[in-house]
């Protein structure tokens, strides 16, 4: 079983929807839960970052921490042509750890936004 | 924020040949930076962890011998793909860790294409 599972899509969607992207993780020593966006042949970049559980809105963005339940989510409102990307979600235990800094990626989901 | 930059972003070369690719923190001055390969349509898998002044710390199943990373200064690492092959075909990206206390938040390069002929 992968530490974190994300599923790959691809996930095509109308401009103007919602899209719901998730991940679920089997370590419950993570903490820091992140969400990048990687567009085709670039480096990811950093979306949301979210430390434990809760939400935290940045825009368009939405992202959504249930620690009990091992699960992350990242809503995109009003979703535009622009969003098509792959989205990877990261995570990692606490700063200081003997995993310090090391990130843990999802698969990534191929987001796709069609006018 | 944090700028990371690449160099090559694109390189082609020859099987058993050597090639070295740069990344730079223009931002912060990163003492920690890691080192990713990604394969098509798959996601980032950690290689290395860069530590300025002292040797990197590999992941399991990585060849030291064969991914020679060095950090030498806070804002540059450099990773040498020695004796490349085919297999070694990769997009390669660097990350360097936020300064910000008390987070993991990486933030990453543009990334290397390198082509193996």
């Known amino acids: 079983q992968k530490e974190v599972e994300q599923d790959p899509g691809p996930l095509s969607v109308p401009e103007g929807a919602i899209v719901s992207l998730n991940c679920t993780y089997s370590?419950?020593?993570?903490?820091?839960f992140m969400w990048y966006r990687q567009y085709s042949r670039k480096g990811p970049e950093l979306l949301m970052y979210?430390?434990?559980?809760g939400n935290k809105e940045d825009g368009r963005f939405t992202a959504q921490v249930d620690k009990s339940s091992k699960y992350i989510s990242l809503f995109i409102r009003d979703s535009q042509p622009s969003d098509s990307a792959t989205y990877l979600c990261?995570?990692?235990?606490?700063?200081?750890?003997?995993?310090?800094?090391?990130?843990?990626f999802g698969q990534g989901t191929i987001l796709t936004v069609h006018p | 924020g944090a700028v990371v930059s690449q160099h090559p972003s694109w390189v082609i070369c020859k099987s058993g040949t050597s090639v070295k690719i740069e990344c730079r923190s223009l931002?912060?001055?990163?003492?920690?930076m890691f080192w990713y390969r990604q394969f098509p349509k798959q996601s980032l898998m950690l290689m290395a962890t860069?530590?300025?002044?002292?040797?990197?710390?590999?992941e399991q199943g990585v060849e030291k011998d064969k991914f020679l990373i060095n950090h030498a200064s806070l804002t540059l690492s450099t990773l040498t793909v020695t004796s490349a092959h085919p297999e070694d075909s990769s997009f390669y990206i660097c990350?360097?860790?936020?300064?910000?206390?008390?987070?993991?938040?990486?933030?990453f390069g543009p990334g290397t294409r390198l082509t193996v002929l």
């Open positions: 990261a995570m990692s235990e606490n700063a200081g750890g003997t995993s310090y800094g090391k990130l843990t």
């Open positions: 370590n419950s020593a993570f903490q820091y």
């Open positions: 979210t430390y434990s559980s």
């Open positions: 931002d912060f001055q990163a003492t920690t």
């Open positions: 860069s530590n300025e002044g002292s040797k990197a710390t590999y």
């Open positions: 990350s360097e860790k936020s300064a910000l206390s008390g987070t993991d938040t990486q933030y």
